[in-house]
């Protein structure tokens, strides 16, 4: 019995297959985009990251992180 991961991988590689060849390019480039939109970073990176924008003074006081936003 397999299990759902292949199930989807194998259905996923089906429809991909029958894409044309001159439009593989732009899928590429959707998955591609896909993936990295929903990858998170480690938590290790987000604090360096974070900690580095602090100390580079590239913070923004919260009040201004709210404006234009409706509550």
Known sequence: ???NQT???EKL???????PFEH???LL????SFRESVALDSAENSFEK??????????KPIDDLWKGLDH
Not at 13 to 19: A, D, S, T
Not at 50 to 59: A, H, P, R
């Open 24 to 26: 593989l390019p732009a």
């Open 7 to 9: 199930e989807v991988q």
């Open 29 to 32: 480039t959707i998955v591609h």
């Open 13 to 19: 590689l089906n429809e991909i297959k029958q894409v």
């Open 50 to 59: 974070g900690w580095k924008e602090v100390n580079e003074e590239d913070c």
């Open 1 to 3: 019995m397999k299990d």
